[in-house]
């Protein structure tokens, strides 16, 4: 199973943005749809965002549309998460991972380390 490796989190005020980064363990990205997924302290780990191969399909939970866009470039093996208007409730592990589908969580890789993002004044 192909796993992923997240990076971009930090601790940034309500309001403000962070850009997100996942690539492939391997150097072969991944066909698959994939997805977004972040786990706040205390709750279980929730799909946000779908992006299907070519990029051309797209879909994100209500609690992040119009804030956040999913994006990837396969030709650099790279997806993103620009998120922007951060709230505290966005406070959580983020994680990357192919999926089955674009509109419901259904990991197929292996899961990686994550990359926390924190959302204080």
């Known amino acids: 199973q192909v796993q992923f490796v997240e990076s971009g989190g930090g601790l940034v005020q309500p309001g403000g943005s962070l850009r997100l980064s996942c690539a492939p363990s391997t150097r072969t990205f991944t066909t698959n749809n994939m997805g977004w997924f972040r786990q706040a302290p205390g709750k279980e780990r929730s799909f946000i965002s779908g992006?299907?191969?070519?990029?051309?399909?797209?879909w994100y939970d209500d609690s992040v549309i119009g804030r956040f866009t999913i994006s990837r470039d396969n030709a650099n093996n790279n997806m993103y998460l620009q998120m922007n208007n951060l709230k505290p409730d966005d406070t959580a592990v983020y994680y990357c991972n192919s999926n089955e589908y674009i509109n419901h969580g259904a990991p197929i890789g292996s899961w990686g380390q994550g990359t926390q993002v924190t959302v204080s004044s």
């Open positions: 992006i299907n191969w070519s990029g051309s399909s797209t």
